[in-house]
């Protein structure tokens, strides 16, 4: 298995930028692949998640409205969307994946920050 995360960078406040997470040899029937974010300084936070057959997803209440999770069954690839970016949400950003029998058990696993897989993370800095 693995996770390729990617598309971190420098922006000002208010700008945005889209981090892209490649998955291969996952091996679950069901799964649902996240974003989470580590401050400096800070524990690692949960960001959003989407499950791979596209919906449901969610969201921490921090991003609703500004960041987007989507994915590309095809490419396997899941991709975070971010607009409107603060300060606050400098961080290095690590995507995840989970099995499970379904959506709930999922989301709940990766709530708990409790990924199966990891990817490297990818650096976000945002300047004010």
């Known amino acids: 298995v693995q996770l390729q995360a990617f598309g971190g960078g420098s922006v000002q406040a208010g700008g945005s930028l889209r981090l892209s997470c490649a998955a291969s040899g996952l091996p679950f029937r069901s799964y649902t692949m996240g974003w989470f974010r580590q401050a400096p300084g800070k524990e690692r936070d949960f960001v959003a998640a989407?499950?791979?057959?596209?919906?449901?997803?969610i969201y921490e209440d921090s991003v609703k409205g500004r960041f987007t999770i989507s994915r590309d069954s095809a490419e396997n690839t899941v991709y975070l969307q971010m607009n409107s970016l603060k300060p606050e949400d400098t961080a290095v950003y690590y995507c995840a994946v989970v099995g499970g029998d379904n959506w709930y058990e999922q989301a709940a696993k990766l709530a708990a920050l409790e990924g199966d897989y990891w990817g490297q993370g990818t650096l976000v800095t945002v300047s004010s």
């Open positions: 989407i499950n791979w057959g596209g919906s449901p997803t």
